[in-house]
């Protein structure tokens, strides 16, 4: 068997004395698109940011390709340098071109030479369907657009997984599908996601596998279609039938 690219084991995180995870369990395969639904304040954005240490767990285990993210041995920034973090705000620097927001880590970070940082930010704007916006700033852009140069920046690190939080939540309604066919490209191509959303299209579609997260625990998992069209668990079927 393959190691996952993601194992989290009996994680808990509390904010005070609100425990916001209480022990959760699963792994996300190698390629695998993994989507994550739930009401808000479930815990699905601080599972996310738990996975690349962005939150401190209070206890349990996350496993980014075998290594442990909390051992104080990790070197944190060799292991988020393999995952790519999509927020549901853009967090582009509005000072910089869209060109420099994708070369600036490339350089810092990855060490690479600008002529090379360049190419690989060409190419990936092109792949989000942005070439020719690269010399404009980000207030010009739309909030679309704006959320493809973030999938672009993060792709532009050359990571093995990407993890995108709500990355359409913040958007106008007829801008939502484009980021969405930039992110169902990635699936295809094999990039392994986890993806905190709401869109339950993208979940039946592209998703490998659907947790339903409700109150700091996963309620139910499994294939997409299976739980969207047929869920198990009560609280599932509840919120189901709010937002389908």
């Known amino acids: 068997m393959s190691t996952p690219a993601i194992q989290v084991k009996d994680l808990h995180k509390s904010f005070g004395d609100n425990e916001v995870l209480k022990g959760i369990d699963f792994h996300v395969d190698n390629g695998e698109v993994v989507c994550v639904i739930g009401p808000s304040g479930s815990g ?10 962005l939150e401190e767990a209070n ?15 990790t070197d944190l920034d060799a292991v988020r340098s393999r995952i790519g973090m999509v927020f549901q705000q853009f967090n582009l620097f509005p000072h910089m071109s869209v060109l420099r927001n994708l070369t600036v880590a490339q350089e810092k970070v990855r ?9 690989i930010a060409r190419a990936n704007l092109d792949k989000v369907g942005l070439s020719g916006r690269e010399n404009v700033y980000p207030g010009h852009l739309s909030g679309g657009q704006q959320q493809r140069v973030a ?4 792709l532009s690190m050359d990571p093995d997984m990407m993890l995108f939080d709500e990355p359409t939540s913040a958007l106008d309604p007829e801008l939502v599908g484009d980021v969405l066919d930039v992110m169902k490209t990635l699936a295809s191509e094999g990039m392994t996601m986890m993806v905190v959303t709401h869109e339950m299209g993208f979940a039946r ?6 947790v339903f997260m409700d ?3 996963i309620v139910e998992e499994g294939d997409p279609r299976e739980v969207l069209g047929n869920p198990q668990h009560q609280r599932t079927q509840a919120f189901l039938s709010k937002v389908l």
Do not use: W, Y
């Open 44 to 53: 699905k954005s601080t599972l996310l940011r738990c996975i690349n240490r």
């Open 59 to 73: 206890s349990g285990q996350v496993l980014v390709e075998g290594v442990d993210i909390f051992d104080p041995e």
């Open 111 to 119: 060490g690479r030479s600008k002529k090379e940082s360049v190419e």
């Open 151 to 154: 999938i672009a920046r993060a």
């Open 205 to 210: 579609e592209v998703g490998d596998k659907l």
């Open 215 to 217: 109150g700091g625990v």
